[in-house]
Antibody, heavy 121, light 108 residues
Framework: EVQLVESGGGLIQPGGSLRLSCGTSEFIVSNNFMSWVRQAPGKGLEWVSVIYSSGSTYYADSVKGRFTISRDNSKNTVYLQMNGLRAEDTAMYYC???????????????WGQGTTVTVSS | EIVLTQSPGTLSLSLGERATLSCRASQSISSSHLAWYQQKPGQAPRLLIYATSSRATGIPDRFSGSGSGTDFTLTISRLEPEDFAVYYCQLFGTFFFTFGPGSKVDMK
């Protein structure tokens, strides 16, 4: 089963920074979009950010100006740099992508196992 | 920005019953941009349906999707024990990927 692997989560104080990583050895991450999705404890899914194969990046309003998504093609890895962290950023963070879904159609069929970010003093 | 709403919030059904879940968009969307996911506790979401009505790889045919414009539906024809979970719809816009709030299917 094709899968993504996230890392970098942890406990961080409000105002602090973390960098999450997401990679795989099974396909080239730059061939399609890569997205971050988060889920606060007991809550629903919240889309966070996307980086397209072109390099274009977009963000949810809740993280715009604080989070930056990027990609290192040489490491086949996507990152989420999170600055100015707040208590409300506490969540499980998943990376996800489209892999087997045909061109022109949309759905994220490959996900990581998630990495937990806890923002607390 | 387009907002997705889902109903009902919770659906209580028995094994073998039919589940019908609704996803409504605040404005008309392309059917190729609407997907459905299943999530169980402690697990990552799993893609069920993409492009409104196409089943993802390995998804049983008791799951089906339909709809157009602003109204979309996920139907589970006969509930199996493993189908009790939370279901989310998702819209793929160019500048945003938004999720609905989810619908929980639990056992009556």
């Amino acid at each position: 089963e094709v899968q993504l692997v996230e890392s970098g989560g942890g406990l961080i104080q409000p105002g602090g920074s973390l960098r999450l990583s997401c990679g795989t050895s099974e396909f080239i991450v730059s061939n399609n979009f890569m997205s971050w999705v988060r889920q606060a404890p007991g809550k629903g899914l919240e889309w966070v950010s996307v980086i397209y194969s072109s390099g274009s990046t977009y963000y949810a309003d809740s993280v715009k100006g604080r989070f930056t998504i990027s990609r290192d093609n040489s490491k086949n890895t996507v990152y989420l740099q999170m600055n100015g962290l707040r208590a409300e950023d506490t969540a499980m963070y998943y990376c996800a992508t489209k892999y087997g879904v045909p061109p022109g159609h949309y759905g994220m069929d490959v996900w990581g196992q998630g990495t937990t970010v806890t923002v607390s003093s | 920005e387009i907002v997705l709403t889902q109903s009902p919030g919770t659906l209580s059904l028995s094994l073998g019953e039919r589940a019908t879940l609704s996803c409504r968009a605040s404005q008309s969307i392309s059917s190729s941009h609407l997907a459905w996911y299943q999530q169980k506790p402690g697990q990552a979401p799993r893609l069920l349906i993409y492009a409104t009505s196409s089943r993802a790889t390995g998804i049983p045919d008791r799951f089906s999707g339909s709809g157009s414009g602003t109204d979309f539906t996920l139907t589970i024809s006969r509930l199996e024990p493993e189908d009790f979970a939370v279901y989310y719809c998702q819209l793929f816009g160019t500048f945003f990927f938004t999720f609905g709030p989810g619908s929980k299917v639990d056992m009556k």
